[in-house]
């Protein structure tokens, strides 16, 4: 079977699940849920329609009556915003979508980062973290604020360029660290194939009271997790995040 599906495909499930995007290559979220349908016995398919432009999301809508959920990554997650016919409060806030659950034609937009990071991070807070660092200011990031104030945290961002009430990586000194003791690498620094970079931070102020969370999960442990735990920090991946917005995808669908 191809990664990618024409939009005409008409698989001989009863109930269809999909994914829009462009490019896809591989998708985490279609092995995903094909092994959740086998394993499950539920008679359902999931696809992936890869489409250069969002508007296609109204075409394959037309051509597949027994679609009931799509999930949305880039470059669409903002674009399908006009296509929707309702939104969620968090997308409404967060400014996009992810999740897309389909009812009689009626298409309802969700972003399920949100509660995946949410779910992720809230065991490991302890009552001394109150502010968090937000590393990067791309697409993930709004939905991680949102999380955060939502678990009652502050938050900043730190981002490469100067910005109204951000600060910069240079801002981030010994004296700030003692302050922010949660940090939430929402940038692609670290990711495969490069493995030998981290966020630039005087990392020798961490300590054990630090919590960082990586959104990477390739490698499984990045350069910045490694030199929060030679610091004695607490450190995460964003792996089991992807698995719960995932699940939560599901659940949306099937609200």
């Excluded at 999909?18 to 086998?38: A, E, V």
């Excluded at 004296?175 to 940038?187: A, D, G």
Aim: aromatic share 8%; proline share 7%.
């Amino acid at each position: 079977m191809s990664e990618s599906t024409n939009i005409h495909t008409a698989p001989s499930a009863k109930i269809l699940y999909g994914l829009i995007g462009f490019p896809l290559g591989h998708s985490f979220s279609r092995q995903f849920f094909t092994d959740k349908f086998q394993s499950e016995g539920i008679d359902a398919a999931y696809l992936n329609f890869e489409i250069p432009d969002a508007r296609q999301l109204l075409d394959i809508v037309r051509v597949h009556p027994n679609l009931r959920g799509l999930n949305c990554t880039i470059p669409h997650k903002q674009a399908i915003l006009p296509l929707l016919h309702e939104l969620s409060p968090e997308a409404q806030r967060i400014g996009a979508v992810n999740v897309i659950r389909i009812r009689e034609g009626r298409l309802t937009g969700y972003n399920s980062d949100i509660i995946g990071f949410k779910k992720s991070l809230r065991p490991l807070l302890q009552p001394h973290h109150h502010k968090a660092l937000v590393l990067g200011t791309g697409g993930a990031s709004k939905a991680i604020c949102l999380g955060l104030e939502q678990l009652g945290l502050e938050w900043r961002y730190v981002s490469r360029t100067p910005r109204q009430g951000h600060f910069c990586y240079e801002d981030v000194t010994p004296e700030v660290l003692r302050e922010f003791t949660v940090i939430v690498n929402c940038s692609p620094v670290g990711m495969h194939p490069h493995y030998n970079e981290c966020p630039p931070l005087p990392y020798e102020s961490l300590t054990t009271k630090h919590l960082l969370y990586d959104l990477v999960y390739n490698p499984e442990v990045t350069l910045f997790m490694q030199r929060g735990q030679a610091q004695g920090a607490v450190v995460k991946n964003g792996l089991e995040m992807l698995h719960l917005q995932a699940q939560a995808s599901w659940e949306l669908w099937n609200l």
